[in-house]
């Protein structure tokens, strides 16, 4: 399984060393760190929502957003909306579930999303 993940693993940790080259710790601060609240989290849940990447590579992007500034709770948010909203799958999800069934999960997923990341916060705080 990590032979067939490793080309996805290698391509997007080089896309994050590229990143976080040209963008410093203090700009990733400033756009979803800690002090960025509510609007740091939609902007982080807005990438997760869209990014279609096995959970195994979100999470050393993760651990780097996080030595350079980002905050825990967006980054919650942004791990828990990768793994459960789909805005680049949803024609399959409407192919298999229907179109109310596969928005109504996207939306409440997302919703589900900023109740986790808070939690989170919370509880490692």
């Known amino acids: 399984m990590f032979a067939g993940v490793l080309p996805q ?19 990733i601060k400033r756009m979803i760190g800690e002090e960025t ?14 990014t279609v990447v096995p959970v195994m590579i979100a999470f050393p992007i993760v651990a780097e957003l996080l030595k350079n500034g980002a905050g825990i709770i967006q980054m919650a948010v942004f791990v828990s909306t990768l793994t459960t909203v789909g805005i680049i799958t949803i024609p399959m999800e ?13 939306v409440l997923a997302f919703i589900f999303s900023f109740i986790t990341a808070y939690l989170v916060g919370v509880l490692l705080r």
């Open 9 to 27: 693993f290698v391509a997007i940790l080089l896309l994050v060393g590229v990143a976080l080259a040209v963008l410093s710790p203090e700009t």
């Open 37 to 50: 609240g509510f609007t740091g989290m939609l902007l982080t849940s807005f990438v997760g929502a869209i």
């Open 94 to 106: 409407i192919k298999y579930l229907g179109k109310k069934i596969a928005i109504l999960r996207n």
